[in-house]
């Protein structure tokens, strides 16, 4: 925005990259990530590859999860990229915008998330 100088945060045609990465020293099982946008909401497919988790049922989904389809070990320092988030300019406007990622493994209840 010229005005404000502020660059937004995803233009037409933007996507995002996400790359997961085991920086420990043992390998991780189960891996989940799940992105929670606040100030913004897409439909239940805009994402393939990610399940929409969460809703507010007049605005749309605005958090959203990554399972591997099948047990995948993330061995250390072996770096695997996740679904590409493909944005349009529509999504996301002038306003702020916070997103909340977590990442965990190994022993987690995936019911509970």
């Not at 439909?43 to 995948?72: C, M, S, T, Y």
């Not at 909340?100 to 998330?113: G, L, P, Q, W, Y």
């Given at each position: 925005?010229?005005?404000?100088?502020?660059?937004?945060?995803?233009?037409?045609?933007?996507?995002?990259?996400?790359?997961?990465?085991?920086?420990?020293?043992?390998?991780?099982?189960?891996?989940?990530?799940?992105?929670?946008?606040?100030?913004?909401?897409?439909?239940?497919?805009?994402?393939?590859?990610?399940?929409?988790?969460?809703?507010?049922?007049?605005?749309?989904?605005?958090?959203?999860?990554?399972?591997?389809?099948?047990?995948?070990?993330?061995?250390?320092?072996?770096?695997?990229?996740?679904?590409?988030m493909y944005f349009s300019g529509k999504y996301i406007d002038n306003i702020p915008l916070e997103i909340?990622?977590?990442?965990?493994?190994?022993?987690?209840?995936?019911?509970?998330?």
């Open positions: 925005n010229k005005k404000t100088n502020i660059v937004s945060d995803c233009r037409p045609l933007t996507e995002w990259y996400l790359i997961l990465e085991n920086v420990g020293k043992v390998s991780a099982k189960y891996p989940v990530v799940q992105i929670d946008f606040k100030g913004a909401y897409f439909k239940e497919n805009d994402f393939p590859g990610w399940k929409a988790i969460r809703h507010v049922n007049a605005l749309g989904w605005f958090g959203f999860q990554w399972l591997p389809e099948e047990n995948i070990i993330i061995h250390p320092d072996l770096p695997m990229q996740l679904p590409t909340t990622i977590t990442m965990v493994a190994d022993r987690f209840d995936k019911k509970n998330i």
